[in-house]
Every structure is written in structure tokens, then in C-alpha cells.
């Protein structure tokens, strides 16, 4: 797995195992940037290329479409494809992940001709975030291979450009390495990742970071913070349950974003147990748990000014002789009641005493994360996640950032029509609705009402969190999904922001979206308050 990205220069390419060069492609074929050197890897290269050509090698408009060159005595070359420009940022990802995939050795340096980009750092942190997660590799942990950029202009590259590189650059590793981290956590055998264990892990990570601070909750803490649905599902499991509360406050902060992820180290079913088939996937049932600790991790190292609560609560769902039964009803933190019909359905209730300490941390927004439920993969597969929403404008807000990360979310309504289908004759409500009919809004619906009204937003992501086999930079096993869309939220969000305190006399000229965030998270009413 590549660990870490440097910004290099034409002499380092000596050192090089393999040099990788970008083309992009017009109805004449496909182009190499006047700014890449005549002679590269001891070979000559033209600057375009037919479509006879590149059809005969292989190589073709789709973006990450490649070609090499081994060689005995010097580096390998690789070709990879854009498609058809400079600035889709999603075609970097997908280059650099062809870059490590068709290249050999350990050195891999990439020439990014900077003239054609408008936005430089954008494309170096999508193609370095493509690299090094495409190099994921469970059982390789150490691999001490690197992804070097040289950044080319004609003559040279502007200062400005250069810095956008290095930047970019940074922010890639910082992101790619949180995310594969996250990945690490999912595909850990669940023998080796109790919930007591993956707390430690969690704070051995974030207590390194800048502005972290992390509590662990023991089982004796959460029995006397009254999360009785956490308490519930963990019941029938030898292994104790824990709860880590994470909080990232910067110097300076004018946004609180609060996330709480789903943390099921093996999801059995309960005694509602699933198939011997339907378990072999279950260790990844605290993906959500994972996703928003990383989150918070990566927001930190970026030092980004918005505040973040993670809070992630954890547990085994197994079929022992104290394991909550159909027909119990379990107490939330809130005081609310949930008559539990089905034990497989226990993601919902772990995040319900989760939401509801959200709330509690007066939290502008609320999001949280979790492979909740199989209806969503039925309905958008495993590529696509599910999200609901309370506001238009939250909904928003996320949907853009999904669409900069390419991690794909589809908006699924909270039909208030459904709330009867979680009616309970004991309780508040029940944990599952009509069979086969809307689970994943049931599921939903239930989660609102522990938000208390608050800008919320709920990623399900059941499908896309594991991947049967490698696709472009997602690799086969855990992909940690939705963690990337959540860091380009939490920018927007500092962004605009820091945007609105350069100078107050420019209120009048500054953009609509910083408004919406505004609107969306409330920040000047919970200012007051505080």
C-alpha cells in the first residue's frame, strides 16, 4: 500500500520504476502535453497519437484506459487516459489508480502538465487519491512503494500552479491515507476486532491528531448514560460494549457538525439469525463506525475550521443467553421505546442512543452513516448510496459533495406515509416495518425522530460499503464509502465560512452558497445560544 505523495522534479526521475504520462482525446486521436519532455523513460514520444494507433495498443477515450512498457535496463512507461480533458477530477482518480495498477517496481512517478488545468490542486489530490487507494492491500501492509508528481508547464510551471500542486498533493495523501486506514479497520477478521479493541484503535489514531480529543465509554459509562439500545443489542455477547466520543475543536470554529456511525464488529443476527451465507460479509457491519472516525481524523490533519463530533457506538450482535428477544422493548437515552421484532434490525438501534447524544452536543447538523439496510442494495446496488434527509438544502449540500468526491449518493424520500409501517400497540415504535415493503425509509423514518428536529442527513450504505471485486480505485473487500464525500462536505462547509469572516463590509458580495450553509446549519442561532 502506498503510504505517502511528494511533489518532485524532472531530475528525480532517474530514480523512477515507472513514469506514467497523461494523454487526453480528440476526434484525432490522443494527445501528449507540449509541457511532457520529448524523451521520456529512454523513449521518444510523438505528440499525438492516431486513432489507428491507439486502437492497435489498447488504449481508447474512456478515463483510465492504459498501456506499458516494461524495460530491463531503465523504468517502465505507462500511457493513461483523461478522456477527453484536464479537468474532471474523477478521471484523475481514475489515472492514478491505472498508474499503480500497470506500472511496475516501487517508484512511480506521474508528469502532470499544469498548463490545461484550471483548478491544479483539484487534479493532484484526485490523482493522488486515486494512487494510493487504488494500492490498498490488506495483507501488504508495509509496502514501502511511492507516488512521486512532477508538475510541467511551458516553459515551466507558474509558482502558483507549482503550489497548487504541492498542495493538492498533500491533501491527496491526507485523504486517501485516512480512508485506507478506515479500510484497514472494515476487513480486520472480527476474532481480532471486538468492540473493546477497535475503541483502542480509534484513540490510539485520533489522540495523534491536532485538536482531538477522545473518550471511551465502558460498558458500566453507557449503563449509566441510559443507552438502552445499545446495551440491548450487545446483550447476547461475551464481549463488552464501548462507545468512543470523539471531538475535534480548532482554534477557531463557527460550524459543529456532528457524526455518529454505526459500530456492529459482527452482526450474527441475533436470535432473528441470518443464513451462514448472510454472515460471511458481517465483520464490515461497523463500516459507519470506521467512516466517521476517519472523517474526524481527516478533517483534523487537514485542519480544517469546522468543528466535529464523532460519535461511534459499538457492539457484537450475537444469539447468547442474555441476547435481547423478539418482542422486548428496549429504552432509549431520550426516554422513547422501541419494541424489537426483529433482532437483525439492530443497526437503528445502536444509532439511536448515538443521535440522540448528538443532540445533546448541540450540534448544528447531524449525519450519520451506516450499512443499515439490505433494501437499500436492492434498490441502488453496490455502487450507489442511499440518502435521506430533513432539508432540501442539506440534502443539497451533500449530494454536490458526493458528486466532487465520485462517491455516488441517490436522495430516497422520507414519505411521513410510512411512519405508520413502524407503529408499535407496546411502544413508542417498532424496529422493523411492513416485510419486503420500504425498509430502508422505515429504518429512516425511525432514526428522525431521535434527531429532534435538527438539520439531519442518514447515509445508508449497505451496497456500496463492500466491493466484490476491484473496480478503478475501489478495491475489492471494504471501500469505506461516503468517507471522502463527508471531508468534501465539512471543506464546503469551513470554506465558506472562512470566506464569510475575511471582512464584514463585504457581506453584500458573498456567495449564495455560503448562505445556504448558513441556512442549512444554523450557525449564527447557535452562537447566540451558546
Not at 463488552?240 to 457524526?259: D, G, N
Not at 463492500?466 to 469505506?480: I, M, S
Request: proline content about 4%.
Amino acid at each position: 500500500m502506498i503510504k505517502h505523495a511528494r511533489v518532485v522534479t524532472l531530475d528525480d526521475l532517474a530514480g523512477a520504476s515507472t513514469v506514467v504520462v497523461p494523454v487526453i482525446f480528440d476526434d484525432d486521436g490522443a494527445l501528449i502535453a507540449e509541457a511532457v519532455p520529448a524523451h521520456v523513460a529512454g523513449r521518444e514520444l510523438v505528440k499525438s497519437l492516431s486513432p489507428e494507433w491507439c486502437a492497435l495498443h489498447g488504449l481508447n477515450a474512456t478515463a483510465g484506459s492504459a498501456i506499458s512498457w516494461g524495460s530491463f535496463d531503465g523504468p517502465a512507461l505507462v500511457l493513461v487516459s483523461l478522456g477527453s480533458s484536464y479537468n474532471h477530477a474523477e478521471s484523475f482518480r481514475l489515472a492514478g489508480a491505472a498508474a499503480v495498477q500497470c506500472g511496475e517496481g516501487d517508484a512511480f512517478v506521474f508528469l502532470l502538465p499544469t498548463d490545461g488545468i484550471e483548478f491544479p490542486d483539484d487534479a493532484a489530490q484526485a490523482l493522488v487519491e486515486g494512487a494510493l487507494l487504488a494500492s490498498y492491500d490488506f495483507k501488504k501492509p508495509d509496502d514501502e512503494r511511492t507516488f512521486d508528481v512532477i508538475a510541467l508547464g511551458v516553459p515551466l510551471p507558474s509558482v502558483a500552479d507549482h503550489d497548487d500542486v504541492v498542495e493538492g498533493v498533500r491533501r491527496g495523501e491526507l485523504v486517501a491515507d485516512g480512508v485506507n486506514w478506515a479500510k484497514r479497520l472494515i476487513d480486520t477478521p472480527p476474532n481480532e476486532l471486538s468492540p473493546k479493541e477497535l475503541a483502542k484503535r480509534f484513540a490510539y489514531r485520533l489522540g495523534a491528531d491536532p485538536g482531538v480529543q477522545v473518550e471511551i465509554w465502558t460498558e458500566s459509562k453507557i449503563r449509566d448514560e441510559r443507552l438502552g439500545g445499545l446495551l440491548g443489542v450487545g446483550a447476547g455477547s461475551a464481549e463488552p460494549t464501548r462507545l468512543v466520543y470523539a471531538i475535534y475543536q480548532p482554534p477557531v470554529a463557527t460550524a459543529h457538525v456532528a457524526l455518529v456511525g454505526k459500530g456492529i464488529t459482527f452482526d450474527s443476527g441475533g436470535l432473528s439469525i441470518k443464513t451462514g451465507e448472510g454472515m460471511m460479509t458481517m465483520k464490515t457491519d461497523m463500516s459507519g463506525a470506521a467512516i466517521v472516525m476517519a472523517t474526524l481524523s481527516i478533517v483534523a490533519r487537514l485542519q480544517l475550521p469546522v468543528r466535529v463530533t464523532a460519535i461511534a457506538p459499538m457492539s457484537e450482535n450475537l444469539s447468547g443467553d442474555r441476547a435481547t428477544r423478539p418482542g422486548d422493548v428496549l429504552t432509549i437515552r431520550n426516554g422513547m421505546t422501541i419494541e424489537v421484532l426483529n433482532t437483525d434490525a439492530e443497526g437503528r438501534l445502536v444509532l439511536a442512543d448515538g443521535l440522540c447524544l448528538a443532540v445533546e452536543a448541540n450540534a448544528d447538523a447531524i449525519i450519520d452513516v451506516a450499512t443499515l439496510t439490505g433494501a437499500q442494495g436492492v434498490a441502488l446496488g453496490d455502487e450507489i448510496g442511499g440518502l435521506f434527509a430533513s432539508t432540501d438544502e442539506l440534502a443539497q449540500l451533500l449530494l454536490d459533495a458526493s458528486a466532487r468526491s465520485g462517491e455516488t449518493l441517490w436522495r430516497l424520500p422520507l414519505a411521513a406515509k410510512y411512519e405508520k409501517h413502524i407503529d408499535s400497540d407496546i411502544a413508542d415504535m417498532k424496529n422493523t416495518g411492513k416485510p419486503g415493503k420500504a425498509g430502508s425509509i422505515s429504518a429512516a423514518l425511525l432514526l428522525q425522530r431521535f434527531t429532534d428536529g435538527r438539520p439531519w442527513g442518514h447515509l445508508d450504505i449497505a451496497g456500496p460499503g463492500r466491493a466484490d471485486a476491484t473496480r478503478g480505485y475501489v478495491t475489492k473487500g471494504a471501500t469505506a464509502f461516503s468517507a471522502r464525500t463527508l471531508v468534501e462536505f465539512l471543506s464546503h462547509v469551513a470554506l465558506a465560512h472562512e470566506e464569510s469572516l475575511v471582512d464584514a463590509d463585504d457581506a453584500d458580495f458573498i456567495d449564495d452558497a455560503d448562505a445556504d450553509i448558513d441556512e442549512v446549519l444554523a450557525v449564527d442561532a447557535v452562537i447566540d445560544e451558546d
